[in-house]
């Protein structure tokens, strides 16, 4: 993993701990943050301008149905950087027909 460092102008490295999506509309994908409860990280999340995305953290993500709003816990809509440990289940759903695309970098976070 590589670690954060806010060095240089906020400038920060590659990350070598990467995943890239392209959701479905209505299908759930998921990605589990590797390693242990004990590593810590800061998740980097990049979206494309048009993509409606809903990310729940160890819970399923729901996209909200027209005219109808939902408020369940740990279910961001575009979320920019969130702490992640190892083994928790980042889930993803949107309900656009094609082209949400999400990518997603992990930063070690320091002990």
Known sequence: ????????DLTIP???TTVQMNL?????QTFTVPGTNAQKYQALFGYN???????????????????????TANIEFRPDKRFVKGGDI???AS?????SYIGISLRTLPG
């Open 49 to 71: 301008q048009t993509a409606n995305v809903y990310v729940g953290y160890n819970v399923t993500a729901v996209a909200p149905g027209a005219g109808l709003q939902t408020s």
């Open 14 to 16: 590659f990350s070598d």
């Open 1 to 8: 993993m590589t670690s954060y460092n806010a060095n240089f």
């Open 24 to 28: 479905a509309a209505n299908v759930e």
């Open 90 to 92: 980042l889930h993803f």
């Open 95 to 99: 309900p656009d027909a094609a082209g």
